[in-house]
């Protein structure tokens, strides 16, 4: 998540500055961070299910992580009518600062110690 954190504030580091290569750097950061946290949020999402449930637990997991894939392009683009691409890009690092903070709440080590 801090990847793509750090992808999201080098898009408006590049608008800024100009320099394209940071275009390719927050990108690459940015794909980093979704290869690395998927698997990961796959694993704690099926941590506390009963083995005979995990196929169950699975289909929900990935219609909702479909779902919210489908809506957050909706959502992004429809804001670019309303909006600029920096105020876009801002609003995508701030959902990831906030989600970032949620993760380090909920899924802390004493509170993962508890679950097992």
């Keep these: 998540m801090l990847s793509g954190l750090l992808g999201y504030a080098l898009l408006i580091v590049t608008r800024i500055s100009g320099i394209s290569f940071l275009f390719y750097l927050s990108g690459a950061l940015c794909g980093l961070g979704s290869g690395v946290a998927l698997p990961t949020m796959t694993a704690l999402a099926i941590r506390g299910v009963p083995a005979h449930r995990r196929g169950a637990a699975m289909g929900i997991y990935?219609?909702?992580?479909?779902?919210a894939l489908a809506l957050g392009t909706f959502i992004w683009g429809a804001?670019?009518?309303?909006?600029?691409?920096?105020?876009v890009y801002a609003g995508a690092a701030l959902c990831c600062l906030i989600s970032c903070v949620l993760a380090f709440g909920f899924f802390n080590k004493k509170s993962l110690m508890r679950r097992m």
């Design 79 to 87: 804001m670019i009518d309303h909006v600029n691409y920096d105020a």
């Design 62 to 67: 990935y219609t909702h992580v479909e779902v």
